[in-house]
């Protein structure tokens, strides 16, 4: 299955405490329907880990109840379809990656749901990718990398949580940008793909930095870049690709989303409520625990952040010729 968020990186998301089923504790909430915050994936993945924290704070701020609904299958178009499904009454909502807008429209001919019917609310968080290598690949930079791979077409192996993820996209990206040709090989998550790399089995990977950063810090792999517009806060040492790459930027991206018609007033409040939340300084530790960078900022703003994602998805689809499974 394609576009897996990244499960295996945040199973110590049980560490953020009591994050399982829930109407978000905190105020007494005040009578009357919910907030509804649909995730499109199984509980345990970015977006759930993200929707959770915001969502309890949304609830303690708004003092209304606030109900995460775990709606996986279909990679999110599940969820995406019970959206647009919903009334447009403001109290259906979804948090998501950007995938659902950029990348699932370029790989499926036929999805549940149609884009016009999605507007953007806020934009929450992002998650970067390291490139990790094995320590049988002698290199100590990504210069170094560059110029091995180079010399060796088709000789090195990479891995990725499947076919059309964010990891897939992301080393294909480098791969068409700097001109290297390496050998895919998917997984099925990033529960096999990291263990593949320990072992020596592919020589490379785009993962999240809690699944490499144990491994990195015993030398067992080594972390040469990671794949957002700039050096990440979780590992400043490390280089961005966008430094030899300009415009390169893959890091995955979460907000919040809802359905075509939800009135502009509650659009507003929603995103002025989230964009709150995520600079609060121990909701930006608490994510901080999982990977994931918080961001802010509302519909103008989501909405840039999702077409240019789709603009840069595209043409590595386009380029590599990745294909639905």
Do not use: C
Request: aromatic share 6%; glycine share 12%; hydrophobic share 45%.
């Amino acid at each position: 299955m394609m576009l897996r968020p990244l499960r295996a990186m945040l199973l110590g998301v049980v560490a953020l405490g009591a994050l399982g089923p829930w109407a978000a504790r905190g105020q007494a909430p005040n009578p009357g329907p919910p907030i509804k915050l649909i995730v499109p994936y199984a509980a345990g993945g970015l977006p759930d880990t993200v929707a959770r924290v915001v969502g309890r704070r949304l609830q303690e701020r708004m003092g209304q109840t606030v109900v995460i609904e775990n709606r996986g299958g279909a990679n999110g178009a599940i969820g995406m379809a019970a959206l647009v499904g919903a009334p447009a009454d403001g109290q259906t909502f979804v948090v998501s990656d950007g995938s659902m807008l950029s990348t699932n429209p370029l790989l499926y001919a036929k999805l549940p749901y149609d884009a016009k019917d999605v507007a953007p609310v806020a934009f929450l968080a992002q998650a970067p990718l390291f490139l990790a290598v094995h320590p049988k690949v002698p290199v100590g930079t990504l210069k170094e990398f560059v110029d091995y791979v180079k010399a060796r077409p088709g000789q090195l192996n990479y891995g990725s949580s499947g076919v059309g993820s964010i990891h897939h996209i992301s080393m294909e990206g480098v791969k068409v940008s700097l001109k290297l040709a390496m050998t895919h090989v998917p997984f099925k998550g990033t529960g096999e793909s990291v263990p593949a790399l320990l072992g020596g089995h592919v020589e490379a990977l785009f993962s999240a930095y809690p699944s490499l950063s144990g491994a990195a810090g015993t030398n067992r792999i080594m972390l040469l870049a990671t794949n957002g517009a700039e050096r990440s806060s979780l590992a400043p040492a490390v280089p961005a690709i966008a430094e030899i790459v300009p415009g390169f930027d893959f890091a995955t991206i979460v907000g919040i989303y809802a359905r075509t018609g939800v009135p502009a007033a509650v659009i507003q409040k929603i995103a002025a409520e989230a964009n709150a939340i995520v600079k609060e300084p121990d909701v930006i530790k608490q994510l901080a625990t999982v990977g994931v960078e918080t961001k802010g900022g509302g519909p103008e703003v989501f909405d840039r952040a999702l077409k240019g994602e789709a603009e840069r998805v595209s043409k590595v689809i386009a380029a590599a010729g990745i294909k639905a499974e």
